[in-house]
């Protein structure tokens, strides 16, 4: 399994990012996928889910309203487009999916992508 972000960067209060994950050693149609964040000092927390087909999807509170993740099976990618970025949005993004589903089991992480909010 590999998960490989992209996307992060420095971006100014209010601005906008897109972070994409490209998947791959495993059937990606069949998995649900996630994004987590973790924050200077801070523990890694979840910041959304999508169901294998895209049909359903999950936001910690935080993120609700300004974020939304998506995914396209044909080309093995999740994205997480973020709008109104905050300065507390500022940390490393990571990609996850698990072994069963993407629900259970072994978690996969990618290595992440910076996001750095700030004037």
């Known amino acids: 399994v590999q998960l490989v972000e992209s996307g992060g960067g420095l971006v100014q209060p209010g601005g906008s990012l897109r972070l994409a994950c490209a998947a791959s050693?495993?059937?990606?149609?069949?998995?649900?996928m996630s994004w987590y964040r973790q924050a200077p000092g801070k523990e890694r927390e979840l910041v959304a889910r999508?169901?294998?087909?895209?049909?359903?999807?999950y936001y910690a509170d935080s993120m609700k309203g300004r974020f939304t993740i998506s995914r396209d099976n044909a080309k093995n990618t999740v994205y997480l487009q973020m709008n109104s970025l905050k300065p507390e949005d500022t940390g490393v993004y990571y990609c996850?999916?698990?072994?069963?589903?993407?629900?259970?089991?072994?978690?996969?992480w990618g290595k992440g992508t910076l996001v750095t909010v700030s004037s």
């Open positions: 996850n999916t698990r072994a069963d589903y993407g629900i259970t089991g072994m978690a996969y």
């Open positions: 999508i169901s294998s087909t895209g049909g359903g999807t």
């Open positions: 050693g495993f059937t990606f149609s069949r998995n649900a």
